[in-house]
């Protein structure tokens, strides 16, 4: 089993306006067509398993004591069960995009090779930690910040959903 995590960016004002229900009908629960198109257009982004290695390389590092590091995966702390989607106004979306801008992405990875090695030993079905896994957490990242550049330059608030999907 895989996790599936999703951002979607969203107008400013428009998460004010709505409900936690509606802002969950505005973001994808898998990769599909209403998905695929989204994401062309810029506005949404999913990953499939490297979403808790992401937030490892940003945030274990003890190199960037900036609350930002947790900002960009979790949207500041993953929600207790139940309790929603965590969503990013305007101010930290410049904020998470500030520090992924500022963060040589591919280096904390190899960092924490050891610590993402031990995690992903802990995913089920995953094959082991390699240089495959590091690539593809690195290129993640590295959507993961085009992304929040995009919405920060746009003004956009992002809402974060984690939701079980197949895998890769």
């Known amino acids: 089993m895989s996790v599936d995590h999703f951002w979607r960016r969203l107008p400013g004002q428009a998460v004010d306006a709505c409900s936690p229900e509606e802002l969950g009908e505005l973001v994808p629960r898998s990769r599909d067509l209403r998905y695929d ?96 896994w590091a690539a593809r957490v690195v290129n993640d990242l590295r959507e993961l910040r085009d992304f929040f550049a995009g919405a920060a330059a746009a003004g956009d608030a992002v809402v974060v959903r984690e939701s079980q999907g197949a895998g890769r």
């Open 37 to 132: 198109r989204l994401a062309a257009d810029g506005l949404a982004l999913g990953v499939r398993q490297t979403a808790a290695l992401m937030e490892v390389a940003l945030t274990e590092n003890g190199l960037h004591p900036d609350p930002a590091a947790r900002l960009p995966v979790y949207g500041g702390a993953r929600p207790a069960a139940g309790t929603g989607m965590p969503v990013l106004r305007p101010e930290q979306v410049a904020a998470a995009s500030t520090f992924l801008r500022g963060s040589a992405l591919g280096e904390l990875v190899r960092q924490q090779d050891t610590v993402l090695a031990r995690r992903v030993a802990q995913l089920d079905s995953a094959p082991p930690w390699s240089e495959s």
